[in-house]
């Protein structure tokens, strides 16, 4: 297939997994965390067991060698996708969504520590760009009025962390598992996470708040579906930098789904560590990081 088949599907994913977290937003106020994350995972598994299917993986893909290291990813993950919800709980999309592209500066981080990789001056100048871009947001939500935002931007920070752990943990994975394989065991493990918490209190969601909860797991299996496509068309150098249209889509998101407009400060630190990811994805001869 054309290689330019995995642009316009690397795009669809990107507004789709902002689409979802637009949902998450959307439906926080009223819907305890637990009960979002069994959502998001349970309805997640309907597009991702029907890709499977239709690549005639299934039931191949459900078996797996390396059980504990799924164990290890599925509750990390859990941990992320968390941290992740409190973040969108408390900030809005666009800012949320910065915070997570902190992820791949981290994962390079990471990778140095753990696979002794070297880290050389363009890296070190895009980690400074990326710590002045966190000090703007921080500064603005010391100032900002509302409660919660240095909740949600620990919570981002946190996910970004966590999310780096599962970028390294994955690709090691991926060596000898399937992505659609990784992808179905994580749902599998979110779904048991979110029912857990049934005891601690569910609510009684209206239509539109289930219909909010349903449309969250479709638009994240969806994108995941979506993401494993386009790499199997095109490099992922070519891909990377297409991820942070979703600071885009975020942005548009608050405008006229929700009505609020980051503050200047936020907006100006988002920015900042969007420069920094985009240094590191399009260096030269190099694969994006993440």
């Known amino acids: 297939m054309p290689r330019a088949q995995g642009l316009p599907l690397y795009l669809s994913a990107m507004f789709l997994i902002t689409a979802m977290s637009a949902c998450v937003r959307a439906v926080s106020g009223e819907v305890p965390l637990g009960q979002i994350i069994f959502w998001r995972s349970a309805v997640a598994l309907v597009p991702i067991l029907a890709y499977m299917a239709a690549r005639g993986e299934l039931p191949a893909a459900l078996r797996t060698s390396q059980p504990r290291l799924h164990v290890t990813r599925n509750l990390l993950g859990g941990l992320s996708m968390a941290l992740s919800f409190l973040?969108?709980?408390y900030l809005p999309v666009a800012t949320a969504q910065a915070l997570a592209y902190l992820a791949p500066i981290l994962t390079l981080v990471l990778a140095a520590l753990v696979g002794r990789e070297q880290i050389?001056?363009?890296v070190v100048g895009a980690m400074a760009l990326a710590v002045a871009g966190l000090a703007a947001m921080i500064g603005?939500?010391?100032?900002?009025?509302g409660q919660g935002a240095l909740i949600g931007i620990a919570a981002g920070l946190g996910f970004a962390t966590t999310q780096a752990v599962v970028r390294v943990h994955v690709r090691a994975m991926t060596r000898s598992e399937k992505p659609s394989t990784i992808?179905?065991?994580?749902?599998?493990?979110?779904t048991a996470i979110g029912l857990a918490s049934l005891p601690f209190?569910?609510?009684?969601p209206d239509l539109p708040a289930l219909a909010l909860l349903a449309g969250a797991g479709l638009l994240g299996g969806m994108a995941h579906v979506a993401?494993?496509?386009?790499?199997?068309r095109s490099p992922v150098s070519r891909l990377a930098?297409?991820?942070?249209?979703?600071?885009?889509?975020a942005l548009g998101f608050d405008i006229l789904a929700f009505g609020e407009m980051p503050a200047p400060a936020a907006l100006g630190g988002a920015v900042l560590i969007v420069l920094a990811v985009l240094i590191l994805a399009i260096?030269?001869?190099?694969?994006?990081p993440g």
């Open 227 to 232: 993401a494993t496509e386009a790499v199997a």
């Open 140 to 145: 603005g939500a010391l100032t900002a009025p």
């Open 87 to 89: 973040s969108l709980a």
């Open 241 to 249: 930098p297409l991820e942070y249209t979703g600071l885009i889509w």
């Open 201 to 204: 209190g569910w609510s009684t």
């Open 120 to 122: 050389g001056g363009r």
């Open 183 to 190: 992808a179905f065991y994580f749902a599998v493990t979110g």
């Open 283 to 288: 260096r030269s001869g190099a694969k994006a």
